[in-house]
């Protein structure tokens, strides 16, 4: 049995496809399940362009439900991003609402007070 990713010859036991963590790794990095365009007889239910690389991803199973990242790290990535958010605005409390800010038992207080 020979390696997936490098050629070399494998001679643990005959289920293994990679002569390394390290093969797998690179390999799954290269040619990974994420990107690659579905089979020739399937339906494809989903086409989208990952919002964190670009990369375009092909949905073919029911079960996949990705609709907007290929895959967990890139999701992660994403929401991690800290130049995405407008930070200015978040610090002054841009977007608080109709309640600027107030908690609930202060707005309850406030609506009672204004009924009396």
């Known amino acids: 049995m020979v390696c997936k990713n490098c050629g070399k010859e494998i001679h643990r036991h005959k289920a293994h496809k990679f002569c390394s963590l390290m093969c797998y790794k690179a390999y799954r990095r290269n040619h990974g399940a994420t990107h690659t365009p579905p089979p020739i007889n399937s339906e494809i239910l989903r086409v989208f362009e990952c919002r964190c690389c670009?990369?375009?991803?092909?949905?073919?199973?029911?079960?996949?439900k990705r609709t907007v990242f290929c895959c967990q790290p890139c999701e992660r990535k994403y929401w991690r991003d800290v130049t995405r958010h407008d930070n200015a605005n978040h610090k002054r409390g841009g977007n608080q609402g109709m309640s600027g800010g107030m908690s609930l038992n202060s707005l309850i207080r406030r609506e009672l007070r204004d009924l009396e």
Do not use: H, M, P, S
Request: charged share 55%.
């Open 54 to 64: 670009g990369k375009k991803v092909y949905v073919w199973e029911k079960k996949d």
